[in-house]
């Protein structure tokens, strides 16, 4: 998003906040406004996420009666046994409130819904260093690169946007944009196989020597949905000296 655009939009929601961006309800407190959710509907987004119970370790959706993996993944066999990531955590899923939420801010450019993003991804990464991967207190956000060309179209690039505004949040972990890609399909109307044959070889590593001191790495993206993306970066990662590779999205599909 170039700095005119962005002043722009800036300008909009500071001096015409609206009403929220789910329930239409007026905003009026300045923590409302600045995330463009009024405290009813934050209120239900904490709680659907919190009694979600355990998550697989690879597409980040809810488990039913599986341990650590769903069926669904592990129906993809030999695929799961190549995979470079080692576990994805994932926020929300794509339906409903959630899909209006993502719609409001990716395509509608409601710019403060990024704060509420970024709140809950550094949120949810602390509680990971505590709970389950120590590890991650050393590790580095990378944002899933954009298509080339996307910006152009789209004006701005929601990941990066998204990538600011966590980096304005005290004990967010450091970012490092070290992965491009280069020119593809349109992903949306591939399945699982197709979309890792054609990102095969575009997203690479621009790192100018190996992350020695970096060697564990958390990938940033909006979206899952058959995992591809999220795989191929996290192989380009490995293949530029990464040691681990983790995966948080907001949206599983």
């Known amino acids: 998003m170039n700095i005119f655009t962005d ?32 405290r009813n509907c934050v209120s ?19 488990l039913i009666s ?8 592990r129906n993809t066999e030999p695929l799961t046994s190549e995979r ?8 929300f899923p794509y339906i409903g409130k959630y899909r209006k939420l993502l719609t409001e801010y990716k395509f509608g450019k409601n710019l403060a819904i990024a704060n509420f993003f970024a709140e809950k991804i550094v949120e949810e990464i602390k509680i990971c260093v505590t709970t389950e991967v120590p590890e991650l207190k050393d590790a580095c956000f990378v944002p899933v ?3 080339p060309g996307k910006i152009k179209e789209n004006g701005w ?6 990538i600011k505004q966590m980096k304005k949040i005290p004990g967010c972990l450091p970012v490092k944009h070290c992965l ?31 992350p020695a001191n ?40």
């Open 7 to 38: 002043l722009f939009y800036r300008a909009k929601d500071f001096f015409f906040p609206g009403a929220c961006a789910l329930c239409s309800d007026f905003l009026t407190a300045p923590t409302e406004i600045r995330s463009s959710l009024c």
């Open 44 to 62: 239900d987004l904490e709680k659907v996420t919190q009694n979600q119970g355990s998550k697989c370790n690879l597409c980040g959706k809810p």
């Open 66 to 73: 599986e341990i650590d993996t769903c069926l669904p993944c």
């Open 84 to 91: 470079s990531y080692e576990r994805l955590w994932v926020l």
């Open 145 to 147: 690169p954009p298509r």
């Open 157 to 162: 690039d929601q990941i990066e946007h998204l």
């Open 180 to 210: 491009k890609r280069k020119k593809s399909k349109v992903q949306k109307m591939l399945n699982r196989e197709q979309r890792l044959e054609n990102l095969k070889g575009r997203v690479y590593f621009t790192g100018k020597q190996k």
């Open 214 to 253: 970096e060697q564990v790495f958390i990938l940033i993206d909006d979206v899952i949905t058959t995992g591809s993306t999220i795989e191929v970066c996290a192989a380009a990662l490995k293949a530029g000296g990464a040691k681990k590779v983790y995966g948080l999205c907001l949206f599983y599909d």
